[in-house]
């Protein structure tokens, strides 16, 4: 009983826990595809979930026994919220107009970004030290510099169509500017101009998201990054990463479900250097 229970915690338990995370979080972008395909801005569903999330949270402290004497809330501590919290808007900002001109899937895609920028602003900060001699260093940068590439890839390169909904009758259809119009870079045909735009919104949006890590890390977290560091502590870093290639299949499945969305070749090749 004890065996079963303990194989449960630490195996069949994080195991469900990141893959509803991963769910959750592509169900979030799909949701606001879906919201925005039907006239929503998306400055208002970016105060609609964040006032959600504070009316959830605010008996969080009522409730929490991690420390009964609380710090005075000074200027500083006022200041790194504040920041935290315009990081945080910013970067969700820039993401859900990234999924307005392009796809949940492109955005998908590109969340695998953020492992190299994490590292690359860790480096700025000076909270990583860069040692060329070291095998891990050289590692950490090839993988940069292949992750990069494959945002690239993703963003420039649409390539032929691999799956194309019929658009079902719960799918919506593709609004905004359907301008069949392609771009030429070397050769290769992109995606739609807006597919561009979007990618780089998308890629200004988990360039913050390190950021917001990082400030982050000195006196808060979310549900999503609990679940994550009690995933780590238990299974390890490479568990944790294993799961990340996960949300582009998933949002690929729901776009072409939910948003009549169409799978092409550019995204697959991109996401898989990506997620190298």
């Known amino acids: 009983m004890v065996s079963r229970w303990s194989y449960c915690y630490k195996d069949v338990l994080p195991f469900s826990a990141m893959v509803t995370m991963e769910c959750a979080n592509v169900g979030l972008n799909t949701l606001f595809k879906a919201a925005t395909l039907k006239g929503m801005s998306y400055h208002v569903f970016v105060v609609y979930a964040y006032a959600i999330a504070a009316l959830v949270l605010l008996p969080a402290p009522f409730f929490s026994y991690r420390s009964r004497v609380l710090p005075p809330l000074s200027f ?32 998908s895609a590109i969340s695998n970004l953020t492992p190299a920028f994490t590292f690359v602003l860790a480096i700025i900060f000076r909270m990583e030290k860069l040692v060329w001699k070291r095998t891990s260093s050289a590692a950490k ?6 992750s990069v590439t494959g945002a690239f890839v993703v963003t420039l390169y649409k390539g032929p169509a ?115």
């Open 76 to 107: 500083p501590i006022l200041c790194k919220i504040g920041l935290l919290g315009l990081i945080g808007s910013s970067s969700q900002i820039m993401g859900y107009t990234g999924i307005n001109y392009s796809s949940p899937t492109l955005a």
């Open 162 to 276: 691999i799956v194309i909904a019929s658009t079902p009758s719960m799918s919506l259809q593709q609004p905004l500017n359907p301008s069949k119009s392609n771009l030429v870079f070397g050769g290769l045909h992109s995606a739609n101009p807006n597919w561009v735009i979007g990618g780089v919104f998308l890629t200004a949006e988990y360039i913050l998201v390190p950021l917001w890590y990082i400030v982050q890390g000195l006196f808060g977290s979310c549900l999503n990054n609990t679940v994550h560091t009690w995933a780590l502590r238990l299974k390890g870093p490479v568990f944790v990463a294993m799961f990340k290639p996960l949300s582009i299949a998933i949002a690929a499945a729901m776009g072409v479900m939910f948003l009549g969305d169409t799978l092409h070749l550019g995204s697959l090749i991109g996401a898989t250097i990506i997620s190298i």
């Open 141 to 146: 940068v090839m993988g940069t510099i292949i």
